[in-house]
C-alpha cells in the first residue's frame, strides 16, 4: 500500500521533509508511473514495491514469510521447512514423550529444535495441522481447540516456573480429549521444574554430515544436481577438509551452508580452498580477527561496516555510506599523538580504488543486475564468505563501545536509496537478537519517530527480524502496543509498517488489535491521510493469507459500525467502496492480494452478507456498493459462483429493519422492471 501523494515529489526527492497534503483523503491507494512509483513482480515469499510521494518518501516494501507464527502454518511452509530433515538421536525418545500428548523440547539455540517439533507434530496431524502458540501465553489457562499439534516455540522463562506437574496433567488430559498434541521448545539454560521431567527430552542436533549429505540428496531430486554431480559433491563431503570443518562447525544450518558451498564446487567447478575459506569467513572468530587486523584504519572499519549494514546495495551507495562514516570513526578515535608521522613520510592525497579496498576487507563486486527503481544497472557488493556480513556488523555492533550510535548517525547522514531501509533494518534487526539490556529496543525509537517512511520501514524491517526470536517475542510486542497509544503519528505509522510484514501475517489477531489502536486518536487531516495509508497497506498484506481474510472483515465490519468522523469509519468506508467498484487495494497500488466484493461473497458468504447490509445503510457507502451487487448480478459466472439468489433473499429477509437494504430492493425492482430507469430511480 503506498503512501502517496498524486502529486509529484518536491524538489528535494526522498529527503525532503513534510509537506502540505493533497485534499483528497484516499489518494493512499492511488498510484502514477509518472511519479516514479513502481510494482515488482512476486519472487518467491515475497514481493517488492517501491513508493515515492511528498507525505512519506520513497521506501521498499517487501513481504517476507514469518518463520515464528501465532496461529495455523500453511501446509507449504511446514513442508518446506521439513524438505531435508534428519532425524536427530532423541527423534524415537520424543516421539515416545508425545504419546503423552506434551513433549517439553529442550535445546540450544541453533540446534534444529523447532524443525524437529515441525516434524514430529506434522506425523501426527499432518503439514496443514500445526498451530503455533504466542509464547507468552500461560498454558496454566490455555484450551485445545482443535485436534491439531499445537507448537509453543520458547518458552518465556518467567512462565516456565510455572509448568509444573499439575498444569501438565490437566493439560494432557484436556489434549487427549480434544484428540490434540502439543510440543514446547525451551532453551536448555531455562530452569524447569523438577517434576517436569516425564515430559523433558533434550535434543541434540543430528550429525552434520548427515544433514549436509541429505541437503545435497534434496537438490537432487529437485534437479539442481545431476546423479553425477551429486556423487562428487559426496566425495568431497567425506574428504578430510569437509568433514573437518563439519567437526568445528556441528550446527545444522551450518551443514546447509556446507552443502550450498558443494553445490557451488560442483555446478562450477570452483577450487576446494575457495569454498572453505568462504565458509569459515562467516564465523564469529573470523569477523574478531578481520576487525582487530584493521582496528587502526578507519577506512577499513568503514568499509566493513558499510558492507555488513547495506548488503547487496550498489557500490556507489557502499561508497557513500562508508565516506560518512569513515570521518565519525575517526572522530571517535581522537586525535593522533603529537609527533605521529604520515604513513610512509607523505600524505595519501588520492587513497587505494575500490577494488583494492574491497579485496583488502575480503569483500568483492557481485555481477550487475537491474535494479529496482529507477530502473537501473546495480552492481552489489558482498563479502566474500557466508554470513560474514551478519557476524561483523554483530561484533562491531555488540562488542565495540559507541560504535552502534555512530552507525546509526550514519544512518540519518545518509541520503536514501532504495532498499536500503530493507538491507540496513533486517541487518538492524539480526544483529540485534543478540543484545541484552533495556535499550535493545529503545534505540530503535528516534528511527520509528521520524518524518521520513523509510526510516520508519527500516524500523519495521528490524522488529520483523527480532520477533522471530523467541526470547524478544514480547517485549516487541509490548513495545508495538505501546507505540499504538502514543500521541506520535509516526510512531503510530511505525506500528502499522511493523504489521505489514513478518509480524503481521504472523499474529494477525493482534497485529488487527493494533491497527485498531493506532487509529483511535483524533488527528490532522494530513495526519490522517498519512497514517490511513500505513493501516491500508498493512491490511493489504494481512488479507494475503487465508488466516487473516475472516479476521480482516470481522474488523471491518467493526469500523463500519464506528461513528462517522472517526479514522475507523472512514477507513471502512474507503475499504467498503473500493472493492465494491473494483478491488481493495485498487489497481496499481501493492498487495499480495486483492479483495473483491465478488470473492468475499464466494469465500465468505456469511460475513460478506453483513458488511452488505452495514454498506447499504451507510449514505458513504450506499451507492458504491449497489453498484457492486449491480456488477455481479449482470455477470451469469459472478451470479453463480456468489450464490447471488440466496443473497438477494437474505437482503430481503432484513429490509424490513434495515432502510439502506429496503432502499437496494425497491431500486433493484425499478431498474429490472423499468430498464431505462436504472441508475435513475432511488
Not at 530433515?85 to 508425545?98: G, H, I, N, T
Not at 512462565?159 to 493439560?171: F, K
Not at 517436569?196 to 535434543?203: E, F, I, R, S
Not at 458488511?611 to 451487487?629: K, N, S
Request: glycine residues 8%; neutral net charge.
Amino acid at each position: 500500500m503506498s503512501t502517496d501523494a498524486n502529486t509529484p515529489p518536491g524538489p528535494d526527492g526522498p529527503d525532503a521533509g513534510n509537506q502540505p497534503e493533497s485534499a483528497s483523503v484516499y489518494r493512499d491507494n492511488q498510484q502514477q508511473v509518472d511519479q516514479g512509483v513502481a510494482v515488482m513482480g512476486a519472487v518467491g515469499d515475497h514481493f517488492t514495491v517501491i513508493n515515492g510521494g511528498r507525505f512519506d518518501d520513497a521506501a521498499t516494501d517487501e513481504i517476507f514469510t514469518p518463520r515464528l507464527r501465532e496461529g495455523p502454518y500453511p501446509a507449504h511452509d511446514v513442508q518446506e521447512r521439513l524438505r531435508g530433515f534428519v532425524e536427530p538421536p532423541a527423534y524415537a525418545r520424543c516421539r515416545k514423550a508425545l504419546d503423552s500428548r506434551i513433549l517439553v523440547l529442550r535445546a540450544g539455540r541453533g540446534t534444529g529444535a523447532s524443525t524437529t517439533a515441525f516434524a514430529l507434530l506434522a506425523e501426527r496431524h499432518g503439514a496443514g495441522g500445526i498451530t503455533g502458540l504466542d509464547t507468552s501465553d500461560d498454558l496454566s489457562r490455555w484450551r485445545p481447540k482443535e485436534p491439531r499439534g499445537y507448537l509453543l516455540q520458547g518458552l518465556a522463562p518467567e512462565l516456565a516456573s510455572g509448568l509444573g506437574e499439575v498444569v501438565l496433567t490437566g493439560l494432557a488430559g484436556l489434549l487427549l480429549r480434544a484428540n490434540a498434541h502439543l510440543v514446547i521448545t525451551v532453551r536448555a539454560e531455562v530452569p524447569l521444574p523438577h517434576d517436569t521431567l516425564p515430559w523433558q527430552v533434550t535434543h541434540h542436533p543430528p550429525l552434520a554430515a548427515d544433514v549436509a549429505a541429505e541437503r545435497l540428496r534434496t537438490m537432487a531430486r529437485a534437479g539442481d544436481l545431476t546423479e553425477e554431480l551429486l556423487a562428487e559433491a559426496l566425495g568431497h563431503l567425506a574428504s578430510a577438509a569437509f568433514t573437518g570443518h563439519l567437526h568445528a562447525h556441528p550446527l545444522p544450518g551450518e551443514a546447509f551452508d556446507v552443502a550450498d558451498g558443494l553445490r557451488d564446487l560442483v555446478t562450477a567447478d570452483r577450487p576446494v580452498a575457495s569454498v572453505l575459506t568462504e565458509l569459515q569467513a562467516g564465523s564469529s572468530a573470523a569477523a574478531h580477527k578481520a576487525l582487530s587486523e584493521s582496528r587502526h584504519q578507519a577506512d577499513r572499519i568503514s568499509l566493513m561496516a558499510a558492507i555488513s549494514l547495506l548488503d547487496g546495495q550498489d557500490r556507489t551507495v557502499v561508497e557513500e555510506f562508508s565516506a560518512i562514516l569513515r570521518p565519525l570513526i575517526t572522530e571517535r578515535a581522537g586525535p593522533p599523538p603529537p609527533g605521529t608521522p604520515e604513513p610512509h613520510g607523505q600524505r595519501d592525497l588520492l587513497g587505494p580504488a575500490l577494488g583494492d579496498r574491497l579485496e583488502a576487507v575480503g569483500a568483492r563486486l557481485a555481477p550487475p543486475r537491474f535494479g529496482t527503481a529507477p530502473l537501473c544497472t546495480v552492481q552489489p557488493v558482498v563479502f566474500s564468505g557466508r554470513h560474514r556480513s551478519d557476524a561483523l556488523l554483530r561484533c562491531l555492533w555488540l562488542e565495540y563501545e559507541g560504535m552502534n550510535p555512530l552507525l546509526w548517525k550514519a544512518l540519518d547522514e545518509t541520503p536514501h536509496h532504495p532498499g536500503i531501509e530493507l538491507a540496513a533494518g533486517r541487518a538492524i534487526g539480526r544483529a540485534l537478537t543478540h543484545a541484552t539490556g533495556p535499550s535493545t529496543l529503545r534505540q530503535l525509537k528516534p528511527f520509528a519517530d521520524s518524518e521520513r517512511r523509510w526510516r520508519r520501514r527500516l524500523v519495521a524491517y528490524a522488529l520483523g527480524e527480532m520477533v522471530e526470536h523467541p526470547p524478544l517475542t514480547s517485549a516487541v510486542r509490548e513495545q508495538l502496543g505501546r507505540w499504538s497509544r502514543s500521541a506520535s503519528v509516526p510512531l503510530r505509522c511505525t506500528v502499522a509498517e511493523t504489521c505489514a510484514g513478518k509480524y503481521g501475517l504472523a499474529r494477525p489477531a493482534f497485529a488487527l488489535k493494533l491497527l485498531d489502536t493506532v487509529l483511535s486518536r483524533p488527528d490532522t487531516e494530513t495526519e490522517h491521510a498519512g497514517l490511513r495509508s500505513a493501516v491500508s497497506f498493512a491490511l493489504s498484506v494481512l488479507v494475503s493469507e487465508k488466516a487473516g481474510e475472516s479476521l480482516v472483515l470481522d474488523r471491518l465490519r467493526s469500523w463500519q459500525m464506528a461513528e462517522p468522523g472517526t479514522q475507523q469509519h472512514t477507513m471502512a468506508v474507503h475499504i467498503i467502496n473500493a472493492m465494491s467498484r473494483t478491488t481493495f487495494p485498487v489497481a496499481g497500488a501493492p498487495g499480495h492480494h486483492r479483495l473483491r466484493l465478488a470473492d468475499l461473497l464466494t469465500d465468505h458468504f456469511g460475513r460478506t452478507v453483513d458488511l452488505v447490509v452495514t454498506g447499504l445503510d451507510d449514505p458513504a457507502t450506499y451507492e458504491a456498493v449497489v453498484a457492486g451487487l449491480f456488477l455481479i448480478e449482470d455477470d451469469p459466472a459472478l451470479r453463480q459462483r456468489t450464490s447471488f439468489p440466496r443473497l438477494l433473499r437474505e437482503l430481503s429477509g432484513v429490509a424490513r429493519s434495515h432502510r439502506g437494504v429496503l432502499r437496494f430492493v425497491l431500486r433493484r425492482h425499478r431498474a429490472r422492471t423499468y430498464p431505462s430507469a436504472e441508475g435513475f430511480a432511488s
